[in-house]
């Protein structure tokens, strides 16, 4: 009988349990990240995979960029949406993110394996973007093909329709 029970408990404590949705992410070269090259003296960012990175006002679109942190609880709450949005803008609109403010290098790294990043991501441990992007987290820019900011959505992405609006309406691309 005892067993009965836990056999019970076990099925009611799995079957409340949510589904599993985790994606694997990889940390993956910025050599992708659409980018004037001869532009220089801004604020420069190394990889995520530890390559050479960007020089931010070099950067050229139509870009989607979010600014996100492995200790930002909201961050992590856009990246399903961020991940659906990358697998149909492919082609049409890059995206890239920036890590901000790390305690550790891997605080950055374990965050995009954990949650199926699979975009290039640009590395600020100290702070630096914060002149070209400003304060807070989340935040997420539209870079127009001159490298223009064309618009920018403070805080979280609250859904995979809220950021196909909006990066139509910035940078009027089709997703």
């Known amino acids: 009988m005892r067993r009965a029970w836990i056999v019970i408990a076990l099925l009611l404590l799995t079957a409340c349990s949510p589904s599993s949705s985790y994606v694997k992410g990889e940390v993956v070269s910025c050599d992708s990240i659409p980018q004037d090259k001869s532009f220089t003296g801004g604020v420069k960012m190394d990889c995520l995979d530890r390559s050479e990175g ?36 492919k082609g049409k609109v890059a995206l890239i993110g920036v890590d901000v403010e790390e305690a550790t290098f891997d605080d950055g790294r374990q965050f995009v394996e954990r949650n199926g990043i699979t975009w290039p991501n640009l590395y600020d441990p100290d702070g630096r973007s914060r002149k070209y992007f400003g304060m807070g987290v989340p935040v997420t820019w539209f870079i127009a093909a001159d490298g223009s900011v064309a618009g920018k959505k403070i805080g979280v992405i609250k859904n995979e329709a809220e950021l196909i609006t909006l990066t139509e309406k910035y940078l009027g691309v089709r997703v």
């Open 54 to 89: 960007a020089q931010l006002g070099g950067l050229r679109g139509p870009m989607v960029v979010n600014v996100w942190g492995s200790w930002c609880g909201p961050c992590k709450e856009e990246m399903p949406y961020l991940r659906s949005f990358y697998e149909k803008a």
